[in-house]
Nanobody, 113 residues
């Protein structure tokens, strides 16, 4: 059974930083692409960033230059470093094994002064 557990969300002021973590279990972590999505109130879930098997990455235009996705294969963990946060980054952030129906429970990120 694949399980994904996100952590690291919270309330932060505009311009601040947060680091999200997603611990994966029950899957061969190293061979898959991993992704972070987010869903703001009243909006559809959107892809924020993805990291492929060999470490190359993709980002949504809205977060390029501010967010960094990474992974630690030894810890079966995916990270999302979020810098220069904006109020429009406020959302529930979800970890996903890309292309699958395996999702974490989500972690709330609120950017507000």
């Amino acid at each position: 059974q694949v399980q994904l557990v996100e952590s690291g969300g919270g309330l932060v002021q505009p311009g601040g930083s947060l680091r999200l973590s997603c611990a994966a279990s029950g899957t061969n972590f190293n061979v898959y692409t991993w992704a972070w999505y987010r869903q703001a109130p009243g909006k559809q879930r959107e892809l924020v960033a993805s990291i492929f098997k060999f470490g190359n990455t993709n980002y949504a235009d809205s977060v390029k230059g501010r967010f960094t996705i990474s992974k630690d294969n030894a810890k079966n963990t995916v990270y999302l470093q979020m810098d220069s946060l904006k109020p429009e980054d406020t959302a529930v952030y979800y970890c996903n094994r890309y292309g699958s129906n395996f999702w974490g429970q989500g972690t709330q990120v609120t950017v507000s002064s």
